[in-house]
């Protein structure tokens, strides 16, 4: 589940037709000649909930929770009119399960550019922040990066991943300009942008999008993607998931009956309890800034299988028994008595059919 697919993008949608018709009638309206010749704020955020909704459906394995929870949040935030904070949503789940491909996702169907929009910011802890003796300097680069870029566009997506990796401290720094509209145009005259992902989405008119008025309208999605160990890969969060499902499972369950209030106060006591979290003793927590915890589930084989399909049909192969099973065979599979979800997800399935190809 790397790649973006770009299969599900509606060559015919309401959307794409009234983009269409507004370019045909406005051939000479100075909006749509400049949409033409850069990537201004205005143009460049075109959401596109058909096709998410449909890649989602399509290609996101085993999880119906997360699928519900992103498209209803964001969906929600997007219409409107005057949202009183931006939109922060908290991804949390084991390695493999589809985080950072739901956030390419978003960054495709919520900016023309997709991940290489000058409005979509994608931060990493070891990248970014990679000396903990450099806090104070990270947290005034980072508030001033946030600040500016909101104030060029209010509409802009931020990711921050592996929250477990990062200073506790820093995302607090941050807090201000997530309670909402009103703080935000007092803290400064610049916003955040180094490499994260938190859109500024709504329908405000589209003119004002740049001006430094407009009211921001940020999307935050911290998550976690566990590096390191195959079995004993941690993520603040995942291991709670898993035992819940786990029990699920064990209880006879469907895994589709798990539900989202079960999961929430788990994940929430799990970073809470979790001294090298980014939100650890942090007020976005104790104020309840975060909008959504979004719970994945850990995947299963038939999980697996389905991703080593969609791959194979990426590619343009079609299925071949040998080379799904050969993919489920090469899996490390836990808890060890019931082998019964995917080590790593589905996250080496690209890799191992180019092996077993």
């Not at 390191?228 to 890969?233: H, N, T």
């Amino acid at each position: 589940m790397a790649a973006v697919r770009r299969g599900c993008r509606p060559g015919g949608s309401l959307l794409g037709l009234l983009g269409l018709v507004s370019a045909a009638a406005a051939a000479w309206d100075l909006t749509s000649l400049r949409c033409n010749f850069g990537a201004f704020c205005e143009c460049d955020f075109r959401p596109d909930f058909q096709g998410l909704e449909c890649d989602l459906a399509q290609h996101l394995a085993g999880q119906h929770l997360a699928r519900a929870l992103v498209v209803k949040a964001l969906k929600a935030f997007v219409q409107d009119p005057a949202p009183t904070k931006p939109l922060v949503l908290s991804l949390h789940g084991w390695t493999g399960t589809g985080k950072s491909y739901v956030t390419s996702l978003l960054a495709h169907y919520l900016f023309r550019g997709g991940l290489r929009s000058p409005h979509v910011h994608h931060f990493s802890p070891v990248i970014h922040f990679p000396h903990p003796g450099h806090l104070e300097r990270y947290k005034k680069d980072l508030k001033s990066w946030v600040q500016g870029n909101l104030t060029a566009c209010s509409r802009s997506l931020f990711l921050f991943d592996e929250m477990d990796k990062l200073a506790p401290g820093l995302i607090e720094a941050q807090r201000p300009w997530l309670t909402g509209p009103a703080t935000q145009r007092h803290v400064g005259s610049s916003r955040t942008g180094a490499r994260t992902h938190v859109p500024c989405i709504g329908r405000q008119t589209l003119n004002h999008c740049a001006t430094r008025e407009a009211p921001t309208r940020p999307i935050l999605m911290p998550h976690c993607s566990p590096r390191g160990w195959v079995r004993e890969s941690r993520n603040t969060g995942g291991e709670q998931i898993n035992q819940l499902v786990l029990e699920a499972w064990r209880s006879r369950r469907e895994r589709e009956e798990i539900r989202v209030q079960e999961l929430e106060p788990v994940i929430s006591q799990a970073v809470l309890d979790n001294p090298n979290h980014g939100f650890w003793r942090s007020g976005i927590m104790e104020e309840h800034l975060l909008d959504a915890l979004v719970p994945f589930l850990p995947l299963q084989r038939h999980h697996v299988q389905h991703c080593v399909l969609n791959e194979l049909a990426q590619l343009g192969l079609e299925p071949r028994d040998e080379v799904v099973q050969a993919v489920l065979d090469s899996t490390t599979f836990f808890p060890e008595d019931e082998q019964l979800f995917s080590s790593n997800g589905c996250k080496t399935v690209a890799s191992r059919i180019a092996f077993f190809l």
